[in-house]
């Protein structure tokens, strides 16, 4: 007795492989981007839900982050210290920042360096959905 569920079977399975290997090459940058997955010495999650994420930043002297993205977000700083922001196209931003200061932050990419000789520890509130797109006021 022969049977062509086989045959069926390949024919509807390649399309539905080729399907799933386009839907993890369009998460894959996303996913690349996000700084608890790229850099997990230095991102902690302490907590998540619908509306926020909140992470844990910790950063030694002189150590540096790779190139990662945000939402909008607030920092709380825990420590003070001396920090530099390298933008993608190359340009940077540095700042003292001191023990509970807060700032708001519109969202994007960048590398965080540690330029001073002390760790800096900081708390930062991601949002999440409406609210992850806002810019800077």
Known sequence: MKTYFFPMARALAVPAAVSLVFQV???????AQD???????????DFENAQVRVLRITYGPHEKSVMHAHPASVAV??????????????????????AGMVQWNGGGKH?????????????????????AAAKAK
Do not use: Q
């Open 77 to 98: 700083f825990l420590t003070d210290g001396n920090v530099k922001f390298t933008l993608p196209d190359g340009k940077t931003l540095s700042s003292d920042v001191k």
């Open 111 to 131: 590398l965080h360096e540690n330029v001073g000789d002390k760790p800096v520890e900081l708390i930062l509130v991601e949002l999440k959905g409406k609210h």
């Open 25 to 31: 090459m369009a998460i894959a940058p996303a996913m």
């Open 35 to 45: 700084p608890v997955k790229v850099d997990a010495k230095h991102y902690k999650v």
